[in-house]
C-alpha cells in the first residue's frame, strides 16, 4: 500500500523525524504511559545512545510505526520520559507540603531508588547526556527548578516552625539536599551493596544533622 504522500516518512534507524501514522486502537493515554515505561527500561538498561525508536517498539511489542504516532522522534520521545521521572519527583515531595518532614521526603527519596531499580539509571542518563541534548535540557532545566522551589518551601516551613536551621537560606539548603540525594541517585545503580538499611538510616540521620539547628546555638545576625 502507497505511503499518504501528506505525511513525512520514518527515519530507518528510528532516531530522525518520523511521520505521525493512523490512530492506533485502545487507550491513548494508557498506550502513550506503555511506551515511555518501554523507553524508560531500553535507557536503563542499553544507555541513552544505544536506545533507538525500533528497541523501544520491541520492548514495547509494538511496531515502530506506533511509537512514530506517539513520539516524533528519539529526541521528543526521551524528553517526555524526562517529563514522566520528573512527575515522580513531584509525587515525592507531594505528601510533605500540608506537614513538613524532610526526613520522610529523603526516605521517600531513598526508598524510590530501592524500589524501582530503572528508575535512578534512567535519570542519570538523562542528566549526563542533557548537556548535549537541548531537547531534553531545557525540560530537565524547567523541571529541576520547580523540584527545587517545592523542596525550598517545605524547608521554609521547617524554618518557621523551629526544626530547620534558620542561618542558612532555604533555597541554598535546598540545592544542598538536592546534590546529596542526586549523588546517592548516581551511586546507587553502581554499588547497590553499600547502600544497605543501616546505611540508609545513617545517611538520612547524616543529612538531617546538616539542616537541623544546633542545641543552644546561636541564630544567626538578624534572624
Known amino acids: 500500500m502507497p505511503e499518504n504522500p501528506t505525511r513525512p516518512a520514518t527515519a530507518r534507524d528510528g532516531s530522525g523525524p518520523a511521520g505521525r501514522r493512523g490512530r492506533p486502537t485502545g487507550d491513548h493515554e494508557a498506550r502513550?504511559?506503555?511506551?515511555?515505561?518501554?523507553?524508560?527500561?531500553?535507557?536503563?538498561?542499553?544507555?541513552?545512545?544505544?536506545?533507538?525508536?525500533?528497541k523501544v517498539a520491541q520492548r514495547a511489542g509494538c511496531t515502530t510505526g506506533t511509537v512514530t504516532y506517539y513520539f516524533a522522534n528519539k529526541e521528543e520521545l526521551v524528553a517526555a520520559v524526562a517529563e514522566s521521572r520528573f512527575d515522580a519527583f513531584d509525587a515525592?515531595?507531594?505528601p510533605g507540603r500540608d506537614h513538613p518532614g524532610i526526613r520522610a521526603v529523603l526516605e521517600r527519596w531513598l526508598s524510590r531508588a530501592a524500589g524501582d531499580?530503572?528508575?535512578?539509571?534512567?535519570?542519570?542518563?538523562?542528566?549526563?547526556?542533557a548537556r548535549y541534548e537541548?531537547?531534553?535540557?531545557?525540560?530537565?532545566?524547567?523541571?529541576?527548578?520547580r523540584h527545587r522551589a517545592i523542596l525550598a518551601s517545605l524547608l521554609a516551613a521547617g524554618q518557621?516552625?523551629?526544626?530547620?536551621?534558620?542561618?542558612?537560606?532555604?533555597?541554598?539548603?535546598?540545592?544542598?539536599?538536592?546534590?546529596?540525594?542526586?549523588?546517592?541517585?548516581?551511586?546507587?545503580?553502581?554499588?547497590?551493596?553499600?547502600?544497605?538499611?543501616d546505611r540508609v538510616q545513617a545517611l538520612l540521620d547524616a543529612a538531617i544533622t546538616l539542616i537541623?539547628?544546633?542545641p543552644g546555638g546561636p541564630r544567626a545576625p538578624g534572624a
Open 117 to 129: 531499580p530503572e528508575f535512578w539509571p534512567v535519570m542519570s542518563q538523562l542528566l549526563a547526556h
Open 32 to 54: 502513550r504511559a506503555e511506551l515511555l515505561e518501554a523507553a524508560a527500561s531500553v535507557i536503563a538498561r542499553e544507555g541513552y545512545t544505544n536506545t533507538s525508536l525500533r
Open 92 to 94: 515525592l515531595l507531594g
Open 160 to 197: 518557621a516552625q523551629g526544626g530547620v536551621r534558620d542561618d542558612i537560606p532555604a533555597d541554598l539548603l535546598a540545592d544542598q539536599l538536592a546534590a546529596i540525594a542526586d549523588g546517592w541517585m548516581m551511586m546507587f545503580p553502581i554499588e547497590p551493596k553499600r547502600f544497605t538499611a
Open 134 to 145: 537541548p531537547a531534553f535540557a531545557t525540560v530537565i532545566e524547567r523541571r529541576y527548578a
Open 212 to 214: 537541623t539547628p544546633p
